[in-house]
């Protein structure tokens, strides 16, 4: 890239790698697997030039717990997956959640179960990214929906993990992870990073997990003189294991409160002709591309349709819809399955206004044509 020519064409998972690096991700432990190779491909090239580290791993199970170790050392460390790897991390995924460990997992979605479309687009994982590990726990999930958004939202989950010391999960679809687009990013130097809060006591006073009062506990990084024991059980402020009801329950609420304190600044929403619409497209993903053209179209007929656009799916933004429901007679919402995130628009909806859903698990794109098709038929 010249200076003459700021722009770039660049892969949705080159722009996820290079997310990643303008964020400060150092570390990459992770196992190859379609459709996300090309991530682990480029960082296996681009860390080592930056004095980071690549390994891979015998399986993703590994993987995972590579990064967990990675980041317990102090280092901001990524993953990545397809679905089936995605199943396999998800008894590490509630380790860090309980430990409270930043890492990021990046799963580009592919058709399932198990190994079903290993090259076609699918959005079948949404649900397993927020309930896939048992427990009580919450989680930050964002879907981006261009190639741009990629690069941006990788920086986004990287910060996310290290400000509120939890795991986030970045969601692509096979469409965005493969397509290619002309995007002009900034200098890393323009790019806004968070680093962990680091303990700014002797170490003899440090107590690992006792909440700032922003919710989030700072983390001494292992080597730098503060011994604290990390442990998957239920744990008090000190990070030892406890069965006493009252030190269970503040250690799960306060996974939940530090979420909550953040939950505007995590929920990534955009609203495209919302003013004056009285039907609405919720989208995410690759869907979002149909979504808008379906759009555009029915406006020009004179349909006043606009679109919700989700880059966050959880914690579910719900005044995305709260706010204009008022307004609303219908609401449709796309998806690349069954109805996931069909089902919390539902429940947010409340029986306010009719909501209808339309959905492909073939591995083929939802086209405008038919999100055209379904809104009028709602409309009419």
Same mark, same amino acid.
């Given at each position: 890239?010249?200076?003459?020519?700021?722009?770039?064409?660049?892969?949705?998972?080159?722009?996820?790698?290079?997310?990643?690096?303008?964020?400060?991700?150092?570390?990459?432990?992770?196992?190859?697997?379609?459709?996300?190779?090309?991530?682990?491909?480029?960082?296996?090239?681009?860390?080592?030039?930056?004095?980071?580290?690549?390994?891979?791993?015998?399986?993703?199970?590994?993987?995972?717990?590579?990064?967990?170790?990675?980041?317990?050392?102090?280092?901001?460390?990524l993953?990545?997956?397809?679905g089936?790897?995605?199943?396999l991390?998800?008894?590490?995924?509630?380790?860090?959640?309980?430990?409270?460990?930043?890492?990021?997992?990046?799963?580009?979605?592919?058709?399932?179960?198990?190994?079903?479309?290993?090259t076609?687009?699918?959005?079948?994982?949404?649900?397993?990214?927020?309930?896939?590990?048992?427990?009580?726990?919450?989680?930050?999930?964002?879907?981006?929906?261009?190639?741009?958004?990629?690069?941006?939202?990788?920086?986004?989950?990287?910060?996310?993990?290290?400000?509120?010391?939890?795991?986030?999960?970045?969601?692509?679809?096979?469409?965005?992870?493969?397509?290619?687009?002309?995007?002009?990013?900034?200098?890393?130097?323009?790019?806004?990073?968070?680093?962990?809060?680091?303990?700014?006591?002797?170490?003899?006073?440090?107590?690992?997990?006792?909440?700032?009062?922003?919710?989030?506990?700072?983390?001494?990084?292992?080597?730098?003189?503060?011994?604290y024991?990390?442990?998957?059980?239920v744990?008090?402020?000190?990070?030892?294991?406890?069965?006493?009801?009252?030190?269970?329950?503040?250690?799960?609420?306060?996974?939940?409160?530090?979420?909550?304190?953040?939950?505007?600044?995590?929920?990534l929403?955009?609203?495209?002709?919302m003013?004056?619409?009285?039907?609405?497209?919720?989208?995410?993903?690759?869907?979002?591309?149909?979504?808008?053209?379906?759009?555009?179209?029915?406006?020009?007929?004179?349909?006043?349709?606009?679109?919700?656009?989700?880059?966050?799916?959880?914690?579910?933004?719900?005044?995305?819809?709260?706010?204009?429901?008022?307004?609303?007679?219908?609401?449709? =919402?796309?998806e690349?399955?069954?109805?996931?995130?069909?089902?919390? =628009?539902?429940?947010?909806?409340?029986?306010?206004? =009719?909501?209808?859903?339309?959905?492909?698990?073939?591995?083929?794109?939802?086209?405008?044509?038919?999100?055209?098709?379904?809104?009028?038929?709602?409309?009419?």
């Open positions: 890239m010249s200076k003459a020519n700021p722009y770039r064409l660049m892969q949705g998972n080159e722009a996820v790698a290079e997310g990643a690096l303008a964020a400060g991700v150092r570390f990459f432990g992770g196992y190859p697997i379609t459709p996300s190779t090309e991530i682990a491909e480029i960082l296996s090239v681009r860390l080592p030039e930056l004095g980071g580290k690549f390994i891979q791993m015998e399986d993703e199970i590994g993987s995972i717990a590579a990064i967990i170790g990675a980041s317990l050392g102090g280092a901001k460390a993953t990545a997956t397809s089936p790897g995605f199943s991390m998800q008894e590490n995924l509630g380790y860090a959640c309980l430990t409270e460990t930043p890492i990021v997992i990046v799963n580009v979605m592919r058709g399932g179960p198990s190994t079903g479309l290993p076609s687009p699918s959005q079948g994982d949404v649900m397993q990214a927020r309930w896939g590990t048992h427990g009580d726990h919450p989680i930050i999930v964002l879907s981006p929906s261009t190639v741009e958004e990629a690069f941006f939202y990788t920086v986004k989950a990287v910060n996310f993990s290290e400000k509120y010391r939890n795991p986030v999960i970045l969601l692509l679809d096979e469409v965005i992870g493969h397509m290619r687009a002309r995007v002009e990013l900034p200098p890393w130097s323009m790019i806004e990073t968070v680093n962990r809060i680091k303990p700014n006591m002797p170490p003899e006073w440090y107590v690992p997990y006792e909440r700032s009062s922003m919710g989030v506990s700072p983390m001494a990084s292992f080597g730098d003189g503060y011994r024991h990390v442990t998957g059980l744990h008090d402020i000190k990070g030892f294991p406890t069965g006493k009801p009252r030190e269970a329950q503040e250690n799960i609420f306060g996974l939940f409160k530090k979420i909550e304190r953040g939950f505007k600044e995590v929920c929403v955009d609203y495209l002709e003013e004056d619409a009285e039907h609405a497209i919720v989208a995410y993903g690759c869907m979002v591309l149909s979504a808008r053209s379906a759009m555009e179209q029915l406006r020009a007929d004179g349909v006043k349709v606009g679109m919700i656009k989700l880059g966050t799916l959880w914690p579910f933004p719900r005044f995305a819809l709260e706010h204009f429901l008022p307004q609303l007679k219908t609401i449709l =919402v796309p690349l399955n069954m109805g996931q995130i069909y089902r919390e =628009v539902v429940r947010v909806n409340s029986g306010q206004a =009719v909501v209808e859903k339309i959905n492909k698990i073939n591995g083929e794109m939802i086209s405008p044509d038919e999100i055209i098709k379904s809104m009028r038929g709602l409309t009419r």
